[in-house]
């Protein structure tokens, strides 16, 4: 993903790192970028499925 | 990185040279490249070198990282801020040498439009734009105005509502009982439907604006355009970051205020935050209040800016310090996509939704027990002094009675009052002003005791009760002496 401060590209791993000692830690959906501290929401497990499946689509048509 | 040359490219000011050599001689390990840069690097609190030097040195990192700390320490505040600004100032100098401009230079529209958002003449304006179409109208107008009126009276109020009180009523004869679900502050009738038909619209329009201007990289430009704004109220650009989050969530901007570089700047931004900073349903729901009467939403944006600004500068004043300064790359300023936009506001709603319906829910429990022991009315009439302090009538003593709890459900609150016709303009623009300004909410108090400490969360708190009255008094005076009509 991208900061949407900075636009510094880093992985959503990345930003759960960034959260350090916050007491809110994995509790509040949000993503922090590592290098300016801009908290973003991580994307919804419900857009991730949809991205996948469009993805496969994609994929599927290619390689017919 | 290419090792520093004798005579190294880049000499910093005489403190960061010599905190940067005293490290670089505590330096035992082999590196790729030089100490001097590995120090550096350490200086600026680099989390890959910190891991590279914890991992080389072994049972020395402890020692060498006390001297990283104190090193900071004596060189001053915004040690990183400045490293970063003569490293640049030095590529400059290099640069000018040997690259040539032609006469003629195109300039992209991106860039134009960056340039305007970002000069302090033209920056405003488009800032005063942003908030006229995107807040007002948006938000205010369309969400709070359209959108609240189809689903709370059309929806809720015409259809669901009727019949879900038939139903209940059907199955619980006890009115008592009946009154926890469908009573005047039900959790079905006033929890549900101030979450569903109220918030969730306007929370919806403010979330989809808030990434609209997020996704284009307008709010790095608005770091810059406020930087020097805000170093007189003893913060710089980067605290632009916790306070557009406090649009969001000022719960989580408090924690983000970590980011600040300076114990000082952390306390004032925190501090900022909990007096003149309305979160996200906050803000829509008393934009939407206000929609209609645009001279007095005018107001309210003056009014809540020059209280950020006075109490900021006020602030600075009685806190020693300087500000850290700020420098950070600009993003290009691009048109936002459309995927972005809609998983970034699906995502916050879900976020937001998640977080307020279950204490929309919590709160009608509250205050039906409060209505069966006595304890709400005792509050109530508590309140009710205030409130008429404030040129109120009675039953707004209720709303801010709901914003002890959380703010929006108190600006909800207003929203009741509204619709019956209960407020004036003036009286409409005072319950809003002081509703800004009033108490945090238990979560951003609580944070602010995780964050500052808690005899700092209670001093806040402390003065920002009595200010709020204060400032809301002095409004409805003013309003009256003025003879102004809103």
């Known amino acids: ?49 949809l991205q996948q499946r469009v993805l496969r689509k994609a994929g599927a048509g290619a390689a017919r | ?126 800032l005063a734009l942003v908030l006229w179409f995107g807040l007002y109208q948006f938000v205010g107008v369309f969400g709070g105005g359209t959108l609240v009126g189809l689903l709370e009276d059309g929806l809720f109020g015409g259809v669901i509502n009727p019949w879900v009180t038939r139903l209940v009523e059907g199955i619980l004869p006890w009115k008592w009982l009946s009154d926890l679900f469908v009573g005047e502050y039900g959790i079905w009738t006033l929890g549900v439907t101030y979450a569903v038909a109220l918030i969730f619209p306007i929370v919806g329009t403010f979330f989809l604006a808030f990434s609209i201007l997020e996704d284009s990289g307008y709010f790095p430009r608005l770091a810059l355009l406020i930087d020097r704004l805000f170093k007189a109220i003893g913060l710089n650009g980067k605290a632009v970051i916790p306070i557009v989050l406090g649009f969001g969530c000022d719960t989580m901007a408090t924690i983000v205020t970590r980011i600040l570089e300076t114990r000082r700047e952390r306390i004032i931004a925190t501090f900022l935050l909990s007096l003149a900073i309305p979160c996200s349903a906050q803000i829509g729901v008393m934009t939407a209040l206000l929609a209609g009467r645009p001279a007095a939403f005018g107001l309210w944006v003056g009014i809540m800016a020059g209280i950020f600004l006075l109490i900021g500068w006020l602030t600075a004043r009685l806190l020693p310090g300087e500000s850290a300064r700020f420098a950070m790359e600009l993003p290009p300023l691009r048109f936002p996509s459309l995927g972005n936009i809609a998983t970034k506001t699906f995502a916050r709603m879900q976020w937001y939704f998640l977080e307020v319906f279950p204490l929309f829910v919590v709160a009608s429990v509250f205050i039906w027990i409060g209505q069966l022991t006595g304890v709400f009315h005792v509050l109530i009439r508590g309140l009710v ?83 709020a009255i204060v400032v809301g008094a002095a409004l409805n005076a003013l309003l009256n002496a003025a003879g102004i009509r809103l």
């Open chain 1, 1 to 49: 993903m991208r900061c949407s401060f900075c636009a510094l590209e880093f992985t959503e791993e990345d930003g759960h790192k960034t959260c350090g000692k916050c007491a809110l830690v994995g509790g509040c959906r949000m993503v922090k970028c590592p290098r300016c501290g801009y908290e973003m929401p991580q994307t919804p497990s419900l857009v991730k499925w």
């Open chain 2, 1 to 126: 990185m290419t090792p520093a040359a004798p005579g190294s490219l880049s000499r910093y000011d005489p403190a960061i040279e010599e905190a940067a050599a005293g490290i670089a001689g505590a330096l035992r390990g082999a590196y790729r490249f030089s100490r001097r840069a590995v120090a550096l690097l350490l200086l600026q609190r680099d989390d890959e070198i910190e891991r590279l030097v914890r991992a080389t040195e072994g049972e020395r990192y402890p020692e060498i990282a006390r001297l990283v700390e104190a090193s900071r320490e004596h060189a001053g505040d915004g040690i990183d801020s400045a490293i970063t600004l003569q490293r640049r100032q030095r590529a400059q100098e290099l640069i000018e040498g040997v690259v040539y401009h032609p006469n003629r230079i195109e300039i992209p529209l991106s860039e134009r439009l960056s340039r305007l958002c970002t000069s302090p003449i033209t920056g405003l304006p488009v």
């Open chain 2, 385 to 467: 002094p205030v409130v008429h302090l404030l040129g109120l009538p009675d039953r707004a003593a209720e709303a801010f009675l709901f914003g002890f709890f959380r703010r929006d459900y108190g600006a909800a609150g207003l929203f009741t009052l509204d619709e019956k016709h209960l407020l004036t303009g003036n009286q409409m623009l005072v319950a809003v002003v002081t509703l800004t300004i009033f108490l945090p909410c238990i979560a951003q108090f609580l944070m602010m005791k995780k964050e500052r400490g808690l005899k700092m969360a209670l001093a806040m708190a402390g003065f920002i009760f009595p200010f």
